[in-house]
């Protein structure tokens, strides 16, 4: 089956020195892996590898067989080619960061316009915007929206996050939040993309970055740790 459709690119492997597997969220199609052959061995290798770097928003054609195995492209192209996330070192920590999240996050092959259509819109505004400090830690809280595990704040006047239920709770048992913990929590529940800059300092941010790995942890088996972790505290350090 001929698919045309818009894919984010969430990994792309190097495979046999020659070829990459590239996994990709697309708009109609949900999630999808692709061969790449001889990537890096044409004359337009250095164009073809561009396509694929993290989160890029890629416009494509492709060969969809469903039955599992790698898929392959017919026709890519650049869907939105971004000014500043490929250029601007903190913008590019933040796509390889959040890249990192998704590959272990989103499971599903089937559609999901809505995520598509989220991500999209926030990828194109970290691109556009300067005040990108709380980005990545709205976007993970959002994103639990589309997996199935966003906190329930229904009773956030309880002082208690507990983390297996994704609830507040009067009393603190073993997998709760500090109060102060879960204070933080609730403010970042509160933000969107365009919000202040200063809404946390240094240490808040990197105690909600543990906090949010540890509720993926939680609530998504296999979940792994980004390899950029690291880089992306040290970024906003």
Same mark, same amino acid.
């Given at each position: %089956?001929?698919? /045309?459709?818009?894919?984010?690119?969430?990994?792309?492997?190097?495979? !046999?020195?020659?070829?990459?597997?590239?996994?990709?969220? @697309?708009?109609?199609?949900?999630?999808?892996?692709?061969?790449?052959?001889?990537?890096?061995?044409?004359? /337009?290798?250095? !164009? /073809? @590898?561009?396509?694929?770097?993290?989160? @890029?928003? #890629?416009?494509?054609? *492709?060969? =969809?067989?469903?039955?599992?195995?790698?898929?392959?492209?017919?026709?890519? /192209?650049?869907?939105?080619?971004?000014?500043?996330?490929? @250029?601007?070192? &903190?913008? &590019? &920590?933040? *796509?390889?960061?959040?890249?990192?999240? +998704?590959?272990?996050?989103?499971?599903?092959?089937?559609?999901? !316009?809505?995520?598509?259509?989220?991500?999209?819109?926030?990828?194109?505004?970290?691109?556009? =915007?300067?005040?990108? *400090?709380?980005?990545?830690?709205? +976007? #993970? %809280?959002?994103?639990?929206?589309?997996?199935?595990?966003?906190?329930?704040?229904?009773?956030?006047?309880?002082?208690?996050?507990? %983390? &297996?239920?994704?609830?507040?709770?009067?009393?603190?048992?073993?997998?709760?939040?500090?109060?102060?913990?879960?204070? +933080?929590?609730?403010?970042?529940?509160?933000?969107?993309?365009?919000?202040?800059?200063? *809404?946390?300092?240094?240490?808040?941010?990197? !105690?909600?970055?543990?906090?949010?790995?540890?509720?993926?942890?939680?609530? +998504?088996?296999?979940?792994?740790?980004?390899?950029?972790?690291?880089?992306?505290?040290?970024?906003?350090?």
């Amino acid at each position: %089956m001929l698919v /045309k459709t818009k894919a984010i690119v969430l990994s792309a492997l190097r495979y !046999q020195e020659k070829s990459l597997i590239v996994k990709c969220f @697309t708009e109609s199609e949900g999630l999808k892996s692709y061969y790449v052959r001889d990537a890096f061995t044409s004359k /337009k290798s250095s !164009q /073809k @590898t561009v396509y694929f770097r993290p989160l @890029t928003i #890629l416009e494509i054609e *492709a060969s =969809h067989k469903n039955k599992g195995s790698l898929e392959y492209f017919k026709e890519v /192209k650049l869907a939105y080619p971004y000014y500043s996330i490929s @250029t601007d070192i &903190t913008k &590019t &920590t933040i *796509a390889i960061f959040i890249s990192e999240i +998704l590959h272990h996050s989103i499971k599903e092959e089937e559609k999901n !316009q809505s995520l598509y259509s989220f991500l999209e819109t926030a990828l194109l505004w970290l691109d556009g =915007h300067d005040d990108v *400090a709380n980005f990545h830690l709205i +976007l #993970l %809280m959002e994103v639990t929206k589309f997996l199935g595990f966003y906190p329930d704040s229904s009773d956030n006047e309880y002082s208690f996050f507990e %983390m &297996t239920e994704g609830i507040y709770v009067p009393y603190a048992s073993v997998s709760c939040l500090s109060a102060e913990e879960s204070d +933080l929590l609730k403010r970042l529940m509160t933000l969107k993309f365009d919000s202040g800059i200063k *809404a946390f300092h240094v240490s808040e941010r990197q !105690q909600l970055l543990k906090i949010l790995l540890d509720y993926y942890s939680f609530h +998504l088996d296999g979940f792994r740790r980004p390899k950029s972790l690291d880089v992306l505290k040290e970024v906003f350090s």
